[in-house]
């Protein structure tokens, strides 16, 4: 039987980053973040902070496959930008993440590879200047059993290490508890006397 792997790497705080080169400042800030509406909101109060900037340009991955992603050139020549910030976070294996960097124009032009060194090597400060943590992924499963079942309920999440994220006990008892993927299948085996949704 294979093994899911259910951990990943993210960032465990906001972080950091600049490059400098011909007088164009690349600001780099890397925020965690575990849903779509997450980075647009980070991506909106970005805009408004550094309203003066010319290009506020993105990447972001979620979840343990790193699935969904967007990346975006704002403006920026195609690839020059969301692609290279998108590969570090790529390289770095890191997922709940997303990573604008807000340029600011010294008048003159990098052309393609300048900007695309720019982009990368600012998204490279910002990652290098972040706390790396392992997240576990897993899912909210809700237990239904009777009365009657549980202390064999409880026996179970204790063996398993599951602290449950809220009960209802009454005739009929409901719990939820979030369990990690890789234990999934063992929850719903020891629990085979239980509704699982």
Known sequence: ?????????????????????????????????????????????????????????????????????????????????????????????????????VRYFGGTKLGVPGLIRAYRSATQDAIANAEIIEKVAGETLTVTFDYLQMNDVMKVLKDMDITPLNQQFDLRCTLTARVRLSRIEEFRKQLAFCQIN
């Open 1 to 101: 039987m294979n093994a899911i792997s259910d951990t990943y790497r993210s960032i465990a705080a906001p972080s950091k980053g600049i490059y400098k080169e011909l007088g164009s400042k690349f600001l780099a800030f890397a925020y965690p973040v575990e849903t779509e509406e997450a980075a647009r909101r980070v991506l909106e109060e970005v805009r408004k902070e550094y309203f003066d900037a010319r290009h506020h340009c993105y990447a972001w991955r979620l979840g343990r496959t790193g699935e969904p992603w967007r990346m975006n050139d704002d403006g920026e020549p195609s690839s020059t930008a969301g692609r290279p910030i998108h590969g570090q976070l790529l390289s770095n294996e890191l997922s709940d993440i997303l990573v604008v960097v």
